[in-house]
């Protein structure tokens, strides 16, 4: 939707300035602007995807922290009482 909406900025930007461009000289001018708009236009939108795709992740990874917290603390508890039997098994030297 941002995307979208950063293209129809630029498209927009786009007409305004070749409304204005009458000479030659200034096509080439508003050639250049129009490079530069590209060129900041797809630098953010880089960087809010970029933005998007790591919050993303950050939350996958706090979802499965708390999914598999419970069953990590059962698992220790379960380690311990193992690793209990095995002392008791274990003569002492």
């Known amino acids: 939707m941002k995307a979208s909406l950063l293209f129809l900025l630029a498209c927009a930007a786009v007409l305004a300035l070749g409304a204005r461009a009458d000479s030659s000289e200034d096509s080439k001018a508003l050639v250049q ?13 880089k960087d809010a995807f970029s933005r998007v795709r790591e919050s993303e992740a950050a939350q996958q990874a706090r979802q499965w ?7 990590a603390k059962q698992r220790l508890v379960w380690l311990k009482e193992q690793l209990a039997e095995l002392l008791k098994k274990t003569p002492a030297s």
């Open 65 to 71: 922290l708390s999914d598999n917290a419970e069953l």
């Open 33 to 45: 602007k129009v490079q530069e708009l590209a060129q900041k236009v797809s630098a953010m939108t």
